[in-house]
């Protein structure tokens, strides 16, 4: 079975930073892109960023709204991707997903800055 | 960079039809995906590369793709289908693509 684990959201002050994680099993996540996404309160779906795989070099790619804030990284050993948010803003609130596998989603977790 | 737009809202009684439509000059050449996000719950991919079906999606969801314009139908709603729904693309044709959504529409089964 196809399973994605997020883990890691918490609340943090505006400013501060924090590291979410994504652990893969059911799948072959080495050869799979990851892709991020959030949904704040009250607004839609947001594309926050991705890293591809290795055979593409692990390239990322991310949103306007996260550029020069948010890195992805993976573990491959690990089956285990990573999104390091840093200069986190109010704005940054929201249920962060990760996606993989071409369809699996995993249940998020929320990430909540605030003073 | 591409945007896609969505109806805000579509209602339909159980055992209708409903067609939620999602617009783009991208669409004319890069796939479509759908989601839907009950709340609370978790985004369920329900259409990927503009009319494939996951497993375990019911066949009362389809989607279709021409020109600029995508569309998730859904035939027979069921009261469980009472979601947003959301349409995705690429966010440009280069090779290295990042995604953009649709702004949702809510799909309320009266």
């Known amino acids: 079975e196809v399973q994605l684990v997020e883990s890691g959201g918490g609340l943090v002050q505006p400013g501060g930073s924090l590291r979410l994680s994504c652990a893969a099993s059911?799948?072959?996540?080495?050869?799979?892109?990851v892709n991020w996404v959030r949904r704040a309160p009250g607004k839609g779906l947001e594309w926050v960023g991705h890293?591809?795989?290795?055979?593409?070099?692990?390239?990322?790619l991310f949103g306007a709204s996260v550029k020069g804030r948010f890195s992805i990284s993976r573990d491959d050993s690990k089956n285990t991707a990573y999104l390091q948010m840093t200069s986190l803003k109010i704005e940054d609130t929201a249920v962060y997903y990760c996606?993989?596998?071409?369809?699996?989603w995993g249940r998020g977790t929320l990430v909540t800055v605030s003073s | 960079s591409y945007e896609l737009t969505q109806p805000p809202a579509v209602s339909v009684s159980p055992g209708q039809t409903a067609r939620i439509t999602c617009s783009g000059d991208g669409l004319a050449k890069l796939y479509t995906y759908w989601y839907q996000q009950r709340p609370g719950q978790a985004p369920v991919t329900v259409i990927y590369?503009?009319?494939e079906r996951p497993p375990g999606i019911p066949e009362r969801f389809s989607g279709s793709s021409s020109g600029k314009r995508a569309t998730l139908t859904i035939s027979g709603v069921q009261t469980e289908d009472e979601a947003d729904y959301f349409c995705?693309?690429?966010?440009?044709?280069?090779?290295?693509?990042?995604?953009?959504f649709g702004g949702g529409t809510k799909l309320t089964v009266l």
């Open positions: 059911g799948f072959a996540f080495s050869g799979s892109a």
């Open positions: 890293i591809r795989s290795k055979t593409n070099n692990y390239a990322t």
């Open positions: 590369k503009d009319k």
């Open positions: 995705q693309s690429s966010d440009t044709a280069d090779s290295h693509r990042g995604w953009v």
């Open positions: 996606m993989s596998a071409t369809t699996a």
